[in-house]
């Protein structure tokens, strides 16, 4: 292997590492309550309404934060603009995920032990955003 393709393997690693410490997941829209979409191990520590459209869910497990923004009633057939998202204080690294989707955005997940986060989205253009809060 030649140096410029272990270059290459190194930056690959060292990405794939750095990817790895924030994770957004599309949604797959397979799953049938906020909590589901976040998967097992989270707890509800927060929401908010975003008009009668959608909420905006936060969960914690301890370590990391995850958010959803939730279709109060879909009828499966039309699309919402919807956003979520996730920033972390200590680094500002930001955990997005938005589109046009059936159910709802997300899952977004970070890691969040011992800093601040602020989180909020948007569904249908009204938008919503906390401070820094749930410092740990």
């Known amino acids: 292997m030649g140096i410029r ?80 998202q996730i920033e972390r204080k200590s680094d500002l690294v930001v955990a997005p995920d938005g589109g046009f989707y059936k159910y709802y955005a997300g899952p977004v997940k970070i890691g969040a032990a011992n800093t601040c986060i602020s989180w909020g989205g948007s569904a249908e253009g009204i938008r919503w955003a906390s401070g820094w809060t749930h410092c740990g």
């Open 5 to 84: 393709q272990r270059a290459t393997a190194l930056a690959l690693s060292v990405l794939g590492m750095a990817a790895g410490m924030v994770t957004v997941a599309a949604p797959a829209e397979a799953a049938s309550t906020p909590s589901g979409a976040c998967g097992s191990g989270y707890y509800l520590i927060d929401q908010h309404a975003l008009g009668s459209v959608a909420d905006i869910y936060l969960f914690y497990n301890g370590s990391s934060n995850c958010a959803v923004t939730w279709v109060r009633s879909p009828n499966g057939t039309r699309t919402y603009d919807l956003r979520v």
